[in-house]
């Protein structure tokens, strides 16, 4: 599901910008969705959470998907967790046993056994891949090296001291997910871990922009949980200088704008950042998404309904941008779209019509 930035989420719940997409503060954790899912909460627990459902989309898509993970793990059915969207797709067998032959499949293998032979081998092994890494500091930082090293705990010995920094912060901010929003001095502590091992990433190789970029999502995590007056200034540099290091990073330039831009009220830079991606990639549909938003905020409601219907042309069924959609035209004064856009969107997502139409007789209104 397309979300708002976190800055526009903060508004919805003000009111201010209508209904807040997606799950909100009193949806369940993912401990709590994995549990229901497996039967281990209680028959109250359960009946609260089932009550949750009818009127959570989210959480029905996710208690959905935890119900299909456990299934392929219990049956043993080969699957995949499609990085983008993170929908778990069953993969046929023939394409299961090849992923076995992968190397780092096999490296994860030889790992578990760690005979003498193999320590000695990959110290050997070690010295070749520093001198290679001296040689071609890029290709050391590749994405291709930093995931096997990522899945593999062996292949991060082989790596320079700086790409080790990193993995270890990338770890340790993977961990983050499963951290409760209320329990304020585990989140302090996590990010604190991060941002030491970062600081020391950044140090050793100043070039490693995937470092750069994880120091900007670290101190806007603690500007929108822990209120960090400073971090939002942080945050910009450390996405700048990953763009520097990295023009084709477009995450980075999404970040940018969302999390820091969006925040501050730059309209014309976070739209800059927006035109960059789209420039870059025509198929970006949420920098297309919420360049409509900011557009919208601006007063240009034309542009923001161009910008919702391009997203709507590659996907009729996205209810988020029939939503937003839907708020244009009523601020255009567009009464017969309008009508059709409430329409489509009943027979997409009824629950979020709803809210289209109560926003609409409420006179909600864009400041």
Known sequence: MRQLGRHREERLRQGVLGPKPGPGPDCPDDLTVFHAAAGLLSSEEMRAFERHLE?????????????????????????????????????????????????????????????????VALASVRVAVLTWSLASPALARSPAV???????????????????????ASLAWDRLAGVPATDRARWEELLGRVEAHLL??????????????????LYAERYYRLRDPDALRKAEVHYLRAIALQPDHLEARYRLADDVYSAQGR????????????????????????RGWVHLERGEVDLAI??????????????????????????AGRKEELARTVEELRRVNPGRARLLERLILAGGKIR
Do not use: M, N
């Not at 790596?159 to 080790?164: F, G, N, Q």
């Not at 420039?279 to 549909?285: E, I, M, Q, V």
């Open 55 to 119: 009127g959570c989309l989210a959480c029905r898509d996710r208690e959905l998907e935890t119900r299909k993970l456990l299934y392929f793990e219990q049956h043993r059915i080969p699957y995949r967790i499609d990085p983008e969207t993170g929908r778990i797709r069953r993969v046929s067998r023939i394409r299961f046993l090849l992923s076995a032959l992968h190397p780092r499949v096999v490296l994860r293998r030889l790992a578990d056994l760690a005979p003498r032979r193999l320590v």
């Open 146 to 168: 930093l995931a096997a090293a990522k899945q593999v705990p062996v292949v991060r010995w082989l790596l320079p001291a700086s790409v080790r920094e990193y993995l270890e």
């Open 200 to 217: 020391r990433a950044v140090r050793l190789d100043p070039g490693l922009a995937d470092a750069h970029f994880l120091l900007g999502q």
């Open 267 to 290: 309209w014309d830079r976070e739209l800059e950042q927006y035109d960059a991606i789209l420039r870059a990639d025509p198929t970006h549909l949420d920098a297309l998404w919420a």
């Open 306 to 331: 161009r910008d919702f219907r391009q997203v709507l042309a590659r996907d009729p069924r996205d209810f988020e941008s029939l939503w937003a959609l839907g708020i244009a035209q009523a601020l």
